[in-house]
């Protein structure tokens, strides 16, 4: 059996696997909810969902950086990896040994997309199937709500010192655009550096969202923020539902209503 992946780099399996690695953490949470928990057989220490995954089984290191002699001995059948979050060298070291899928996502209809090649590969197409059409009505649904809400300029931050935003060409970026939001620094690409002292030319926007992920800002990076940039609504949000583009958007929608409700 011959597959592509996001990269449109082919895939060819002897039969449907039943070990799987997965060195992406949302890619990890998707396999569970697709009811494929008992055939993964590693994952990374960033793998936090379901809670139990990492006792549960070998952990082969981070998204960046992996235990070969571990791989090796888990004898997986496939490797899950992402563009984004593993990187190239990682993939061309396992792809010498073993057969590697490669995810490459930036909108919701990628993550679909992926979803629907998960169903295949895994023989779990009913599954995939019905996580698909629920995500769909989901957003459909969150358009229809927020359709008549009026636009916000935001910037989105993951990263304190050096201070660095969501820009075009991300996942995250898409969702703000879902969200109705204005990204200011939407004209940038990918993850940008902002240097301090060019935060305070950011006191005409109506928000700025701290995220969870990958750094963990918490009410002290809140007042942090308030002071360098002011008055200026600092709103503290879940990165997951934000940057978690596997069966995570299922509940998304209602976490992006309660922002807008709040």
């Known amino acids: 059996m011959i597959y592509i992946d996001q990269l449109d780099r082919k895939i060819t399996l002897v039969s449907t696997p039943v070990r799987i690695i997965s060195l992406v953490p ?28 990492r006792k549960e089984k070998v952990v082969v290191g981070g998204t960046k950086s992996i235990h070969l002699q571990r791989i090796k001995e888990l ?33 919701i209809a990628e993550s679909l997309e992926l979803i629907s090649q998960y169903g295949e590969i895994f023989d779990r197409r009913n599954n995939a199937k019905k996580l698909t059409d629920k995500i769909k009505l989901e957003a459909k649904e969150f358009s229809e709500f927020i359709q008549n809400k009026p636009k916000k300029k935001v910037a989105y931050f993951i990263w304190r010192k050096p201070w660095m935003v969501a820009g075009k060409g991300t996942f995250i970026h898409h969702l703000l655009e879902i969200n109705g939001f204005i990204n200011v620094f939407g004209n940038q690409e990918r993850y940008p550096d902002i240097p301090e002292e060019d935060l305070a030319t950011l006191s005409n926007l109506d ?56």
């Open 26 to 53: 949302s890619q990890t949470e998707l396999l569970v909810d697709l009811g494929l928990s008992d055939f993964i057989v590693g994952v990374t220490k960033f793998c936090v969902h379901p809670d139990t995954i």
């Open 75 to 107: 004898n997986p059948d496939i490797i899950l990896c992402n563009k984004e979050e593993n990187t190239k060298e990682i993939v061309e070291t396992l792809e010498q040994n073993y057969s590697v899928h490669v995810s490459d996502i930036a909108t």
């Open 207 to 262: 928000f700025i969202l701290l995220s969870s992920e990958p750094f963990p800002f918490s009410e002290e990076h809140q007042e942090e923020m308030t002071k360098l940039v002011h008055e200026v609504k600092t709103l503290l949000v879940d990165g997951e539902y934000f940057s978690w583009y596997g069966s995570r958007l299922a509940k998304a929608f209602t976490y992006f209503r309660s922002l807008h409700e709040n």
